[in-house]
Structure formats: structure tokens, C-alpha cells
């Protein structure tokens, strides 16, 4: 099932990784770049994702880095330009940009509120807002949106804010799909569970015990999986890549879980 994206062209934002690992859109565009597709990958800091294009180089594919703060429509603005300058067209987009924290209406002040919106939703928002008209211009097109388990109901810890944000996603890609369906493109999310990555490292150890325990961290996390262990970045990465491909050619306006069962005990 080699090329299974070959020759298409891939906007990945938050393409770079937060810490040593595999960071989703690290893995995704990785992948991409290795079922065929030219990545342009996109990272508020310029030297994550210039490693990743050197990985993906390094490996004989194609990409550029394209360093992009994407809740500011002007960095938006350049990034689709320069995946328009540097391949012509553009057939998919991953919106993979987001902050994780810890609180509700209760515990976060406006402006934190505020900033976990606009990371999380604006962000995705600004970028199919300028992507969109390529893709009706070319009458194809995928988007796929990283959204969460968390938009089913309580994921571990209180994530208020941030399941508000990822639910808002998930509405605005159903709505954009069923609107945008007779122009050839495609939307849909894909809902991580507990995942083990840098940014999780990064966001939560506080939460599950000493800051900096990423070991207790691990290991809790572990224990609520039905599976008994949380997924990687890698799980997103294959969900989102199915998605982006043309094997879900007849799929849009859904959801893919990627959680291990986790969901089930919502229910």
C-alpha cells in the first residue's frame, strides 16, 4: 500500500515535536512524506520544524518548513502561499495545532480562556478560512482536523477549556464538509485518547503528580486505558493519514476515534 498519498501536496501545522519524541504532527508528516505526499510543514518555532523536513529529507521525500504562529492571519496568509509557490496546489490540510490545560469555566481566568480558543479553534479556523478557496478551485480536497476524546465527556482530568475547544472543531469540520461536499472536499476529525507524547510530558505531569514526573505520569495514564497503555503519536498519525487518503474517498463529516476504547466507559 506504498504511495498511498503520492504526489499530493500536505499542509501539517505544528509539524515540529515539543520535547524529544514523536510529536502527531511529527509523525504525520513523516509518514506523508513517506506514502509519496510533498509536506509543508508548519511550526511556531522554525527549528522543530526544520528538523522534521531534515528527517523527511533525510529519508528521500519532499517538504518545506515554514515557521508560522497559524492564530495570526497574516503567518496563515504566507503559509499557503508558500505551498503554492514551492508545489502548486493543495490537497490536503492537518490542522494539528494545540495547547493543552488544565481547568474549566471555574478555575481559568479570561485570558487563559481565551488563548486555549484561539490556539485550539482559531487556529483551524484561519486556516481552512485560507485554504478553502484552493481546494473549491481545484474541486478536491481533504481536511483533517486533530480534535479529542475528550469532546465524549470527562478524559482523566478537567479539561474544560480545552474539550470546549476541540468540540467547537468538531462542529465547524461537520459543517464545512456537508457545505463544501459537492466541491470535492472532504473534512473530518480525528479524536486521540490519551496519548503519550512531548506535549503531554510537557502539560500534565503537574496534574498526575511532582512536576517533572513524567514516569508517574506514564504509568497512570497507562492504568486507565482499557488497553493498558496509551497510544502514540504514530496511532494519529495512521488514523489522520487514512483520512487525508483517498481510501476514505466516501467519508467525510465524521469522527475517527483513536482511543483505545477509552470512549466506551463515557457511556
Known amino acids: 500500500m506504498a504511495g498511498r498519498l503520492q504526489n499530493k501536496v500536505a499542509i501539517v501545522t505544528g509539524s515540529g515535536s515539543s520535547g524529544p ?3 502527531n504532527g511529527k509523525a504525520i508528516s513523516l509518514l506523508f512524506a513517506r506514502e ?4 509543508v510543514g508548519a511550526d511556531i518555532d522554525g527549528a522543530a520544524a526544520a528538523l522534521t523536513q531534515q528527517m523527511i529529507a533525510d529519508e528521500g521525500g519532499y517538504s518545506i518548513a515554514v515557521t508560522a504562529d497559524v492564530t495570526r492571519t497574516s503567518d ?6 508558500a505551498a503554492l509557490d514551492a508545489y502548486g496546489r493543495i490537497d490536503i490540510l492537518v490542522n494539528n495545532v494545540g495547547i493543552a490545560v488544565v481547568g474549566g469555566p471555574a478555575e481559568l481566568d479570561e485570558g487563559t480562556w481565551d488563548r486555549v480558543i484561539e490556539v485550539n479553534l482559531k487556529s483551524a479556523y484561519l486556516t481552512c478560512h485560507h485554504v478553502l478557496p484552493v481546494m473549491i478551485s481545484q474541486r478536491a480536497g ?3 482536523n486533530n480534535a479529542s476524546v475528550a469532546v465524549h465527556g470527562w478524559a482523566g482530568v478537567n479539561y474544560g477549556a480545552y ?9 465547524m469540520t461537520r459543517t464545512l464538509a456537508i457545505r463544501h461536499a459537492a466541491e470535492g472536499i472532504r473534512a473530518n476529525c480525528v479524536l486521540p485518547g490519551l496519548m503519550n ?5 510537557a502539560a500534565l505531569t503537574r496534574v498526575y503528580g511532582n512536576e517533572g514526573d513524567i514516569a508517574n505520569l506514564i504509568r497512570t495514564r497507562d492504568a486507565q486505558c482499557p488497553m493498558g497503555h496509551m497510544g502514540d503519536a504514530w496511532d494519529t498519525a495512521y488514523a489522520t493519514l487514512f483520512l487525508a487518503s483517498d481510501e476514505a474517498k466516501y467519508i467525510t463529516a465524521t469522527e ?6 477509552l470512549s466506551a466507559r463515557f457511556a
Open 21 to 23: 519524541g514523536w510529536g
Open 142 to 144: 481533504a481536511i483533517v
Open 256 to 261: 475517527l476515534l483513536v482511543d483505545g476504547g
Open 197 to 201: 507524547t512531548p506535549l503531554v510530558h
Open 76 to 81: 496563515v496568509r504566507s503559509l499557503v502561499q
Open 163 to 171: 474539550a470546549a475547544s476541540k468540540g467547537a472543531m468538531v462542529a
Open 36 to 39: 509519496g505526499a510533498k509536506v
